[in-house]
């Protein structure tokens, strides 16, 4: 089992930045990759980023491209997303998900590749 704690949401105007941080407890050896993802209410989840935690590629939803960063820290089981000019389009519960199984780059977006979940922090953008 692995245990994922979410911290870093908040309020913040358009544009602004929040850097969100998830730390992982239990056996975290046993995962390959870090992704997270996002719900705006009434809509699905959805895909937002994902680091792989032996080469450390990236990858990245085209609506955040360029505007958020993912990183993560080995030795401290903890990935983070540093999100910056946001938009009011980002607001949503952010979750963080860890994968046991790496398949391709092209399917870690899917959120059903993914086994353990936090349970999610919000992030609201005023315009």
């Known amino acids: 089992q692995v245990q994922l704690v979410e911290s870093g949401g908040g309020l913040v105007q358009a544009g602004g930045s929040l850097r969100l941080s998830c730390a992982a407890s239990?056996?975290?050896?046993?995962?390959?990759?870090m992704g997270w993802f996002r719900q705006a209410p009434g809509k699905e989840r959805e895909f937002v980023a994902f680091?792989?935690?032996?080469?450390?590629?990236?990858y990245y939803a085209d609506s955040v491209k360029g505007r958020f960063t993912i990183s993560r820290d080995n030795a401290q089981n903890t990935v983070s997303l540093q999100m910056n000019n946001l938009k009011p389009e980002d607001t949503a519960t952010y979750y963080c998900?860890?994968?046991?199984?790496?398949?391709?780059?092209?399917?870690?977006?899917?959120?059903?590749?993914?086994?353990?979940w936090g349970q999610g922090t919000q992030v609201a953008v005023s315009s």
């Open positions: 239990g056996r975290t050896f046993s995962t390959t990759t």
């Open positions: 998900a860890v994968a046991k199984t790496w398949y391709t780059a092209q399917t870690m977006g899917d959120s059903k590749k993914y086994d353990y």
């Open positions: 680091i792989r935690r032996s080469t450390g590629s990236t």
